[in-house]
């Protein structure tokens, strides 16, 4: 026994507990969500591949399960782009960090995101691989912001929609930190102001 009987769910995030204000998702309350997403995804995406395209390094925890709860093929790729930089306010502008290795032409694309605030990073995606001739480009994200709601970019698959506030956890971070955290939390003002 490598870890004394200690298992996955059982690790907590004491150690950063005063960072944080309070829980908004538990894991298991993300791990029956994406469940049912896998489960939607697989009966939309019936007879077609569908290419899963994460957006790093955020979409990691949500790709890694919604991946494993899919029951058909697939593959999938990952880009990185910028728009947030360090801090908490989106900068406004979009870069590609690092681009896809898949040619999308003809294929089924759909993007995982782990959450949509102004919708800007997403709308610059998907019109960009819609540019790149994919044969769709539809869209999952674990969590969406109200700001979201008011903008033109069409999320078909959605975790969760959560209050205005910054969050952390399940590939949320903040300054690099708190990505690994399963619950996701509202990072404490002091943290920041
Ligand atoms: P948007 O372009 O404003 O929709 O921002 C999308 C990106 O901003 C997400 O992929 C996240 O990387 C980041 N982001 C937005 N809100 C939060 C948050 O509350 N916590 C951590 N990252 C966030």
Sequence with gaps: ??????????????????DLDRVITTADEISDRVIE???????????????????????????????????????????????????????GVVRILKDLTTDVLDRHVLIVEDIVDTGLTLSYLVENLKGRGAASVEVAAMFRKPAALT?????????????NDFVVGYGLDFNGRYRNLRDVAVLGKHMYS
Excluded at 1 to 18: E, I, Q
Excluded at 55 to 77: E, F, I, K, W
Excluded at 151 to 163: C, E, R
């Design 151 to 163: 903008t033109a970019v069409d999320v078909k698959y959605i975790g969760f929609d959560i209050p």
């Design 1 to 18: 026994m490598f870890n004394n009987g200690t298992r996955l769910a059982d690790v907590d995030a004491n150690y950063v507990a005063a």
């Design 37 to 91: 997403m896998a489960a939607q995804i697989d009966s939309d995406y019936a007879g077609r591949d569908v290419l899963l395209v994460g957006v790093l390094n955020g979409a990691v925890m949500v790709m890694s399960d919604l991946s494993r709860a899919m029951q058909s093929h697939l593959t999938m790729d990952w880009m990185a782009v910028s728009s947030y930089g360090a801090g908490t306010k989106s900068s």
